[in-house]
Every structure is written in C-alpha cells, then in structure tokens.
C-alpha cells in the first residue's frame, strides 16, 4: 500500500483533465454554424491503408466565418482528404483546387440547431456524470488510506484541501514531498500580492492539477480568477473596463473564481501569474493587454498601484524550451519530432506549435520509430498511440527539427538522433553531426 495514496491522487487528477479535455474535443466537433478548425480533430483519412487523423495530414485555417480551407502536407493525399471530409458528420460538401481543399459550412437550419443543441446536452450531461464518477471512487479510495501510508506529492503539488486530509490522517507529507520549486515560487508570489491587496489572475486550465493547486494556494491568500487564454482575457478585460456588465463575470467563469468575489472591488488592483504547463508567451501576452486595459481605466502615471509586476513567475526551463520552440519556426524542415512524456502539458505545447507548419511526431523515445516507413506517434487530439507511414521522405537530404520536453533526459534525444542516422545509412557519430550544423 505504500504507492496507494500517490497513485489515487495522481490518476484522479489525470482522469478528470482527460474527461475535461474528452468534453472539449466533443464540443468543438459539434457545428454552430461557423467554421473551426476544432470540427476536422475528429476525422480520421484512409491514407494508404492506414485511418490516420486528418490533423496529421493537413493544416486547417479559417479565412472566413463559413469557411475552412485544409492544406494537405502530401498533395497526393488530397482526394483522400477530400473524401474523408465528406463522408463525415459534418454535412459539408468539400471541393478541391488542386493545391488546397476549400470547405464552406452553409447556415444551419432551425431543424438541425436543435439537433446539436441536443447532442450539446447530452456531451455536456456525460461529461458531469463522468467527473462526479472519478471524485466519488478518489474519495472512497482515500478514506480507506492509513497513517502508515506513504505519499508522493508531485511535482505540480496539491490543494489545501488535500494537504488537510492527509494531516487528519497523520500522514507525512513533507518526506516525500516533490513539488517544483517554481510552481512554489508562484504560491509564495501569490500570497504576497494578496498581502498587498491584489487579485490574483492564474494563467492555467482549471482542470490541471497545477491550476487547481495553485488556485487553492492563492485563494487562501486573496481573491483569485483562472482564465485559460487571451479570449477569456479579453472578456476578464471588458468586465474591467465597464464594457461588459460586472455580474456576467460569474456565469462567464463558473467555478473559477474565489468565494464571494466581488468584480466592483477585487479588479481594481491584480497581478498575472504563470503555470508552467502553459505557454510562456501567451502569459506576456495576456498581462500586457490587461496592463493597458489598466493604463486606460486608472492612467499612466498610477499603473504600479494596479498591476504588480510578475515576470518573475514565469519558469525559466519552460519559457526557454518553448522560445527555442518557435525559432525553429522560422526555418524549413521536412518534418519534427517532439520527445517527452505523453501526459505532459508542456511538452503537448511544443508538438501545437510545430504542427502548424511541419509534419510532427511525438514519441516518448527512440523506440517508437520502428523503420523509415513506420513510427509510433501519440495523437495529441485523441489521446492514444497511432502507427504512421511513410516516416522519412525519400530524400537525398531530409532536414529534421528535433526538440523535447524540459525533463527529458539528453540521453533520450541522443538515442533518438541516433536511430534516424541509422536508419538514413549515415555512417557518422552525433558530434559529428552537430557539428555540421
């Protein structure tokens, strides 16, 4: 019993992200009307015998409001693409240039709104169902633990909540307790900014065991709000601005704010916080949009009294992984490979972000490319494991990005580049490689 309480913490936390995320896919699959690049995460092409996700094949944009244009990597793949798209759920009738697949997405009919408005439902209804089921088994399993019990914190820590129940239970915590020291660094600057009368504005997802550890911190210690992305920024900004009425704060974010938060009081002083499972970036981005949504309320000359200064909870090993990240998007490559462990949020960012533009895999380590033609990639859309051909172009020089999460071992990468070399009959050493670049 010594993993007990760990492993029922750990798998709770991973259940509900995943029923969260499961409910998110499902959502942005059903259509409203306008185009997202979210309806094409579910369809899968028969590429050369093969059901692989069209997400793999091809980029989405969105141009305009009924209109999705899907840009295949493999050209010739393109009636492959094309005939997936139509035989789907979505009731569109795709067409081909040649060079791109344009899809136009007609006004719903009054008949047919009603049909997703009920499929909305019933997702909506599967996915409380499923999260009330995951915390009632955690619940059961944790009044059977034992003061005897060992228990792992991990690295993203826990609640208050949580930290309680097992004192209760005169369980030790602290001896194996591995929470980062940057995600504590946050806690601490959280309690100070509300010992200076901020609120505090968490940069996460709410169902990320991070977020929600840190939202549990911080709330004991001054009014906090989590918003997930520049959109619910924006929104947060309106509310700031008198542009949207205060009260719609509550509905807009349900579940993610502190008790008895008052919008009129608690958002007229607030500091951006950092989790290290989201983009650094994004975080800048966001407290710089609030920063002149501030300048524009209070000015200039008043702005330190009403927008700390939290630069300094950004994590530097996941800030300079993702910059690097983006610089090899200013470069050409044939394709890019991501290593790192498949539940890790930061390295999932780093696969989003070369998707964009190459064909990617995401592998756990050398072991999942299995010749040129064949490698075990993790589909970052569906959760699970896909077997994907035609690996490595067929070229006299392939030029590939290579990049991993922040905690995998320089050993993997090596194992890795190694393999391509092998496979690719280069008869040269990593350094030597290296080298030549």
Not at 358 to 379: A, G, L, V
Not at 405 to 414: H, N, Q, T, V
């Amino acid at each position: 019993m010594s993993d007990l309480a760990n492993k029922i913490l750990s798998d709770a936390d991973e259940k509900m992200s995943k029923a969260v995320e499961v409910a998110k896919e499902d959502f942005g699959a059903i259509r409203t009307g306008r185009a997202h690049p979210s309806m094409f995460a579910k369809i899968m092409v028969d590429y050369y015998g093969t059901f692989t996700p069209l997400s793999q094949l091809a980029s989405v944009q969105v141009p305009e409001a009924r209109m999705a244009v899907v840009s295949p990597y493999d050209k010739g793949a393109m009636p492959l693409i094309e005939k997936a798209i139509r035989d789907s759920d979505l009731g569109v009738n795709p067409a081909s240039d040649g060079a791109v697949i344009r899809v136009g997405f007609p006004q719903l009919t009054e008949e047919r709104r009603k049909e997703f408005i009920k499929v909305a439902r019933t997702k909506a209804e599967e996915s409380r169902v499923s999260v009330r089921n995951i915390r009632r088994h955690s619940k059961e399993a944790l009044e059977k633990l034992e003061k005897d019990d060992i228990v792992i914190i991990p690295a993203f820590g826990t609640t208050l909540e949580i930290e309680k129940k097992l004192n209760d239970l005169s369980i030790n915590i602290q001896q194996y307790n591995t929470t980062c020291p940057f995600v504590e660094k946050v806690w601490n600057r959280s309690g100070k900014l509300g010992d200076l009368g901020h609120t505090v504005i968490i940069h996460g997802k709410a169902s990320h065991e991070e977020t929600r550890a840190t939202f549990s911190q911080s709330a004991n210690k001054a009014p906090s709000l989590i918003i997930k992305d520049m959109e619910e920024a924006v929104y947060l900004g309106k509310i700031i601005s008198g542009d949207i009425e205060q009260a719609n704060l509550y509905s807009f974010f349900e579940g993610k704010y502190t008790a008895n938060f008052n919008p009129e009081l608690d958002l007229t002083r607030i500091g951006v916080v950092n989790q290290t499972t989201m983009l650094a970036s994004e975080t800048e981005s966001i407290t710089a949009y609030l920063r002149s949504v501030m300048i524009e309320k209070f000015g200039e000359e008043d702005i330190k009294n009403h927008m700390a200064d939290t630069r300094d909870t950004l994590c530097y090993a996941t800030n300079d992984n993702q910059t690097s990240t983006l610089a090899l998007m200013d470069n050409e490559y044939d394709l890019a490979i991501v290593i790192g462990g498949y539940n890790s949020s930061n390295t999932t960012h780093l696969v989003e972000i070369l998707e964009s533009k190459f064909p990617t895999y995401f592998i756990k380590d050398e072991s999942e490319i299995i010749s040129k033609n064949e490698i075990h990639s993790f589909n970052i859309h569906q959760k699970f494991v896909e077997q994907r051909p035609s690996f490595l172009p067929g070229l006299p020089h392939i030029n590939i990005a290579i990049t991993s999460g922040a905690s995998c071992p320089d050993s993997i990468m090596d194992e890795v580049i190694q393999r391509i070399l092998t496979l690719c009959e280069e008869d040269k050493s990593i350094e030597e490689v290296l080298l030549a670049l």
